[in-house]
């Protein structure tokens, strides 16, 4: 077990050592006298020596730094908090997008709130809705949805079978509709 612990320390050293020329600066010349030090408890050939050496070499050892400088030096930089915010906020703004069209891949969000920006009365008798985000809506049921005017806020949730429905907030009428654009 003892051995084991040994050659991983000593990879993990001969890794950090080799990429740690690359992106060392000033003021991480601490740590690469660490890292110097690691390679010099992996030349001690007594088992305990070496394990003794390794724990106090790595007793002050500051692995977050290194893993981050590794990161960095072998391409895979950490991403920032704001820049994992962004991308989540793109994809959120993505699937909204893309809510009620027949997607195979992943699946989107199950709700989605809107403003209607038009409202047109087709020959059919049905409705069909114009959102502010740029979604046209089509009432596929017969079901009368009241008065409906621009500026009215809706919800448009997933039903049954691929179907979706629309409640529009102030009336509280729920209608079964299709996506069209």
């Given amino acids: 077990m003892k051995k084991i612990k040994v050659l991983a320390f000593a990879r993990l050293s001969g890794l950090m050592a080799l990429n740690w020329a690359a992106v060392a600066d000033d003021a991480t010349g601490n740590a ?10 992996k030349a001690v ?6 394990l003794a050496c390794l724990d106090k070499t790595l007793n002050g050892f500051d692995f977050e730094r290194a893993a981050k400088a590794l990161r960095v030096a072998t391409g895979h930089a950490v991403e920032s908090d704001e820049t994992k915010a962004k991308k989540a906020k793109a ?8 809510f009620g069209k027949i997607r195979i891949t992943k699946e989107g969000p199950k ?3 809107d403003e ?7 020959r059919t008798g049905k409705y069909l809705f114009t959102l ?6 089509h009432q596929t049921d017969t ?3 009241g008065r409906v005017k621009e500026g009215m806020k809706v919800k448009i949730k997933k039903g049954g079978l691929g179907n979706y429905l629309m409640t529009i907030k102030l009336s509280r009428r729920t209608l079964r509709v299709k996506r069209v654009k």
């Fill in 111 to 113: 709700l989605i709130e």
């Fill in 132 to 137: 502010a985000s740029g979604q046209v809506w």
């Fill in 116 to 122: 209607i920006k038009s409202v047109r009365k087709l």
């Fill in 143 to 145: 079901d009368n949805p």
């Fill in 91 to 98: 994809e959120k703004a993505r699937q909204k997008k893309e």
């Fill in 45 to 50: 050939s007594d088992d305990d020596a070496r």
């Fill in 32 to 41: 690469a006298d660490q890292i110097l030090a690691l390679e010099r408890c």
